[in-house]
């Protein structure tokens, strides 16, 4: 038994913080309110936040195949110093995880080694080909929470169809990465005058659009639960919204570094700022912010992506893609509330409780029976970010040497302490 004495508790659930108590007993919240009574450890938190664990989908962990890049246990290690205390991880390694064996293969590795709770996705089609699609039904017996084909684009949309029809049959929420395939491929870049002038091959926002529109037509022609992983444009708000309107059973998502960046910060061909789909203008950025406030996006999630340096020391063009995001993820997103974009509790509406809602988990509250998944962290410690200091394996962030506020002090998964010492 624990009783966090003195926290500012973040409850997102009610929109809600309130200084209090919060009672944790056998992995679960118990008790929260005042002055309550002090039978087994006792923590003061001196008034720093308390908030449910964040949930994160679109984690890419390296197993099996490019270990060297990221592990369950670097991988774990990160999100704990984060306050991720469930991980939600893509197929895309090498080989993809399409098969029931290789699903089984990621949970045992996970299993022991990994200090958060670690969900895996399965590949929509084998090898994420877009040719022929996996076995859905046998994929969800052995534990899939969802199914991604992430980056690669399922261009076929008959496969695309068939594969949307068979996931609505089984109940099957399905994540898509909105792109026109062809009008994307080989960009690194934004289109505009700032594209030009770095003289880099680059697509048009309307690209995200057109991704968008089509697999909204499938989703009112099947019925699928689909997710958008990542939208960054404004131009894709429109068909998000008369989707909504429609009724559909649809839910979008953006990436940390599309609220907090923008193509501007490519400014010296850091290859670090380069991510997939690119960084967008700061126009697309604050409309962004203003749907994920407004509630027409419902999370944000880290898109944690490693890559090594061989993997990043290379021109522009043709550096691999993508920044590793567990650990920066509540400093960066924390600017959204020190801008008085929005609450605390409404920040992690996004980041814990609606990504739980998503996946049908019982995370994300303060409730007594929710699951002790906690972080405990204080929003205005400043510091420098030195990427070298990041639990990672790799260390491809776009914020190295940026000033950051808010430090995780713990994290607890099922009432055992991941992170931290004495808070």
């Known amino acids: 038994m624990t009783l966090f004495r003195n926290a500012r508790l973040i409850d997102p659930e009610t929109r809600a913080e309130r200084i209090g108590d919060l009672r944790i007993e056998a992995g679960e919240i118990v008790e929260t309110g005042a002055g309550l009574s ?18 994160d989908i679109g984690v890419k962990i390296c197993e099996p195949g490019e270990r060297h890049k990221e ?67 046998f994929l969800l017996d052995a534990g899939a929470v969802a199914f991604t084909d992430c980056d690669a684009v399922v261009a076929d949309t008959k496969v695309l169809s068939r594969a949307l029809t068979y996931a609505a049959g089984l109940g099957a929420l399905v994540i898509a990465h909105p792109q026109e395939p062809r009008l994307s491929a080989g960009a690194c870049m934004t289109s505009g ?37 990542q939208i960054t444009t404004a131009a894709a708000l429109p068909a998000l919204r008369r989707a909504r309107a429609a009724g559909l ?102 980041l814990s409780l609606n990504p739980a809602r998503l996946l049908g988990l019982p995370q994300g509250r303060l409730s007594p029976g929710a699951p002790a998944d906690l972080v405990l962290f204080d929003p205005d410690a400043p510091y420098v970010l030195d990427r070298w200091s990041l639990a990672s394996k790799s260390k491809n962030t776009p914020y190295d040497l940026r000033r950051m506020q808010g430090k995780v002090l713990g994290t607890w998964v099922g009432g055992r302490r991941v992170h931290g010492g004495a808070a």
Do not use: W
């Not at 002090?38 to 949930?55: M, S, T, Y």
């Not at 592990?71 to 774990?76: D, I, N, P, Q, V």
């Open 71 to 137: 592990s369950f246990a670097t991988g774990g290690r990160a999100a704990a110093r984060g306050g991720v205390t469930t991980i939600v991880t893509r197929p895309d390694t090498h080989p993809v995880i399409d098969t029931p064996e290789m699903l089984r293969f990621q949970i045992e590795r996970a299993e022991d080694d990994a200090a958060v709770r670690v969900l895996p996705m399965a590949a929509l089609t084998k090898g994420r080909a877009g040719a022929e699609m996996t076995e859905i039904g």
């Open 193 to 229: 005058q700032y594209a030009s002038q770095l003289g880099l091959p680059a697509v048009s926002p309307l690209a995200e659009r057109m991704g968008l529109e089509r697999d909204l037509a499938l989703v009112e022609a099947t019925g699928v639960r689909y997710h958008a992983d």
């Open 249 to 350: 059973p649809v839910t979008a998502g953006t990436s940390i570094h599309h609220l907090t960046l923008n193509l501007l910060d490519v400014a010296d061909y850091r290859t670090f700022f380069k991510v997939k789909p690119p960084l967008r203008s700061e126009e697309d950025r604050q409309a962004i912010v203003t749907a994920l406030v407004d509630g027409e996006i419902d999370l944000i999630s880290s898109m944690h992506t490693p890559q090594d340096e061989e993997s990043k020391r290379l021109p522009f063009e043709e550096a691999a893609s993508g920044a590793v995001a567990l650990e920066t993820l509540l400093p960066a997103a924390l600017q959204l509330v020190h801008g008085e974009a929005m609450t605390l509790p409404e920040l992690f509406e996004k």
């Open 38 to 55: 002090e039978p087994g450890e006792v923590i003061d938190c001196n008034g720093v936040c308390l908030a449910p664990g964040i949930v």
